[in-house]
T-cell receptor, first 118, second 111 residues
């Protein structure tokens, strides 16, 4: 099946620094990828849609200048948390639709990145 | 607002029994619902999709039902095993490919 990877799996940084998280589709191309955030014991909340070759679209309440998204190729999307603060500490997960990109297709999720901001 | 709700309390059952998890939705009629499994510290894994015109969908020990009258989907695991212990999420699909997830129900299967 389709595989999505994320790097790094864990990152600890100081407040005020920026952190980049990579999401890769390993054996298929993804023109669209999605970024989610999950706080402990809560569900996944969609942050933004990453579009290859165009700007990302952000969900209501998500600061686009804080969470920079770049979809550099058909297999790579990056999320940069700029000037991170402790409240940004969370589990960040990316996903991509299956290889056929059919409507309502199942999503393939990355393993997630645990961000801790001190 | 369009909501999708799952029982936030953990479900504890004995090995071998059938686990039944509930997903309720309000204020809309989803054409599709999907169910995912999430293990601690991992991303969700797709299990089943059910369409509104399908009453039931099965996959090995898993069964999903979709009752548009009750606005509810039920997820069943028969002959449950400790390895089935995880959090199970239901998700509705909107805008072609966007997903809105329920809060998930944690299942604990005791040996």
């Amino acid at each position: 099946g389709a595989v999505v990877s994320q790097h790094p799996s864990r990152v600890i940084c100081k407040s005020g620094t920026s952190v980049k998280i990579e999401c890769r589709s390993l054996d298929f191309q993804a023109t669209t990828m999605f970024w989610y955030r999950q706080f402990p014991k809560q569900s996944l909340m969609l942050m933004a849609t990453s579009n290859e070759g165009s700007k990302a679209t952000y969900e209501q309440g998500v600061e686009k200048d804080k969470f920079l998204i770049n979809h550099a190729s058909l297999t790579l999307s990056t999320l940069t948390v700029t000037s991170a603060h402790p409240e940004d500490s969370s589990f960040y997960i990316c996903s991509a639709p299956g290889p056929t990109n059919a409507p309502y297709n199942e999503q393939f999720f990355g393993p997630g990145t645990r961000l801790t901001v001190l | 607002s369009q909501k999708i709700e799952q029982n936030s309390e953990a479900l504890n059952i004995q090995e071998g029994k059938t686990a039944t998890l509930t997903c309720n939705y309000t204020n809309y009629s989803p054409a599709y619902l999907q169910w995912y499994r999430q293990d601690p510290g991992r991303g969700p894994v797709f299990l089943l999709l059910i369409r509104e015109n399908e009453k039931e969908k099965r996959k090995e020990r898993l069964k999903v039902t979709f009752d548009t009258t009750l606005k509810q989907s039920l997820f069943h695991i028969t002959a449950s095993q400790p390895a089935d212990s995880a959090t199970y999420l239901c998700a509705r699909i909107y805008n072609f490919n966007k997903f809105y997830f329920g809060s998930g129900t944690k299942l604990n299967v005791k040996p």
